[in-house]
């Protein structure tokens, strides 16, 4: 994303950031909360999330390193819509609004980045409501584990090892279900000879048996 900002400007950023450390859990900023510049993961992932009227969480997406989060309420001049909070132990930085949008302003090509930035969250979380809506509990598990597959896959011997560590509870909350549905439904796939896992984290054995659950 700063690949097209001129040395100056980078100087600027390095001048001004501020670099955190993060524990799993913490949380970077909370929901309704005004923004007052972005930030940038460094090392570590982060959910993004909202809690439901039934006080259930929701996570909309999870970041991984070299992702900006929290840029769309900065741009938009609109107060969090969402929780970020750290889902293992992070460094993030942190970038001044005040720097950040003068850079914006000044250098148009960073602008036009940032600007399609925000409308490919913007349909990333339309496609995810979609798919909520439409998708059976099982096809929405299989699209989530794909999903996890691209983002944070590390391919070994006939499998692909998920290299991120989600409780079953985040994944539920990915997914939109129960704990206990997912539990079970992870245990089927393992029986079926779809996925394995390594402690807690998942290795997807049979990719393309899940791609074809996920357009079921």
Known sequence: MLNDLHIQEQEVIDEHKECVRYRKGDVIFHEGGIPKGIYCIRKGGVKISKMTSQGKEQILFLSQPGDFIGYRALIGEEVYNATATSIEDSS?????????????????????????????????????????????????????????????????????????????????????????????????????????????????????????????
């Open 92 to 216: 993030i930085c942190y970038i001044p609004k005040s720097d950040f949008l003068e850079i914006m302003h000044r250098n148009p090509a960073f602008f036009n980045k940032m600007i399609k930035k925000v409308c490919n969250q913007l349909g990333i979380m339309e496609q995810n409501l979609t798919i909520i809506a439409q998708k059976s509990v099982k096809e929405r598990l299989a699209t989530t584990l794909l999903m996890l597959k691209e983002s944070y896959g590390m391919d070994g011997d006939e499998s692909t090892l998920i290299d991120i560590r989600l409780s079953r509870e985040e994944i539920a909350n990915v997914v939109g279900t129960a704990t206990e549905t997912v539990i079970r439904l992870l245990s089927t796939f393992k029986n079926e000879g779809l996925i394995d896992f390594d402690g807690k984290r998942i290795k997807v054995i049979n990719e393309e048996q899940l791609k074809k659950l996920a357009v079921a």
